[in-house]
């Protein structure tokens, strides 16, 4: 376990110092998203994170703030997810000081002018219609609506058009001073790390003043059975179908989710997988398909996702739900399971080469979890999982009376669309 360091005001850090690079990354994450936003600013975690790069008191725009990381060849960039917001520098490690000044001045010391929030509103509109026009990249927002409707969510990151047109300024600027204070913050410095990070932190982001910690969300809670699937849709005429199935888990600290992240990696990881081999190798139904197991703190997704020939979905689907009810009914192998952990832990190893990805792995489970594990803590967990362990977490997450569907094809409603979807009743 790795410990936190802390910065006067109790902003937690972490130094991730490794061999072999002469790079930094300083990754700053807030704990805000989409699913703690209220009515009036809905997009607006998204949208304050567009104005932070739209110029500081000291640099008064976007011109300003790229040539200062420009200069010296720098990769930035920032995210907003439902949970979390990160900002990012990588950078030569003998300018990491020029890094931490600059994301702490875009973070604090931002103008927030009237001008440039007015000329951000059609860029995040049109934004968010290239995201409903990418299905691949569509399918998974509008699974989640599906799943998760009736709570925050259910709402896209990027909120609405109506939304983003109707933000007010004073709005965002209250949403903002109300996360991004210490408690709800963490900074990761992963790469070359220089010795006197600690004090160039103190005197930049150790001047954030305390402040009382934030509300939380509000819990998405147990979700009820129901007579029939919970389903949204894009009616749209496609070469290629888009499905999503999905059903809801335990979430990032629930003792199952090793076990979860094992079955979704047999069933539709990678080529070799069960529902690659027999939806698209032996049956020839699809070019893509692929499960997963997603988490927030306080539920989780298993989800297969899969581009299809709308000419034969019945077909594919039908096949898909076999293949889930083998797992339940059937198990898996003892060489499924350790091919399985030995493929999970070499993609993590492998996505861990560089520092980006390492700030990134320490500061989520921070932000989190409050605790950090090491990589080879990680990998054990997953090594702690049995045949047994898979089957049972199979048998409690695939329960089709909790099932929800998404799809993105030429399908005028619910009804035309779960005619395809004959196994499921």
Known sequence: MIKPKKLNNGMRVHLVPFSGTEASTVLVLT????????????????????????????????????KTLDRYGANYNAYTGKDLTGYYVKIDAEKTNIAIDLLHDMMYHSLYDPKEIDKERGVIIEEIKMYEENPIMHLEDLLEIAMF??????????GSPESIRNMKREDLIEYRDRYYVPSETVIVIAGKVPEDAME???????????ATKPASFIPFGEMPEQEK?????????????QIGISFPGPGKRHDDVPALSILAKILGGAMSSRLFIEVRERRGLCYTIRASYETYEDVGMFMV?????????SEATKTIYEELEKVVSGGVTAEELEYAKDNIAGGLKLALENSSAQAEFVGQQELFLGEVRTVDERIAKF??????????????????????????????????????FPAIK
């Not at 409707?149 to 896209?156: I, T």
């Open 200 to 210: 160039q932190l103190e005197k930049t982001f150790g001047t954030v003043k305390e």
């Open 305 to 313: 996702r899969a581009g299809l020939d709308e000419k034969r979905l």
């Open 149 to 158: 409707k009736g709570s925050r969510l259910g709402k896209e990151i990027a």
């Open 383 to 420: 090594q702690e999982v049995t045949m047994a362990d898979i089957q049972r977490v199979a048998g409690d997450v695939f329960n089709f009376k909790k099932i929800a569907l998404a799809a993105i094809g030429p399908y005028e409603s619910e009804e035309a669309l779960l005619k395809h």
């Open 229 to 241: 699937p919970k389903v949204e849709f894009q009616t749209k005429e496609v070469e290629q179908v």
């Open 31 to 66: 704990k805000v998203g989409s699913r703690y936003e209220e009515d009036n600013v809905l997009g607006g975690s998204h949208f304050i994170e567009h104005l932070m790069f739209k110029g500081t008191e000291r640099r008064p725009n976007t011109i300003d703030i790229s």
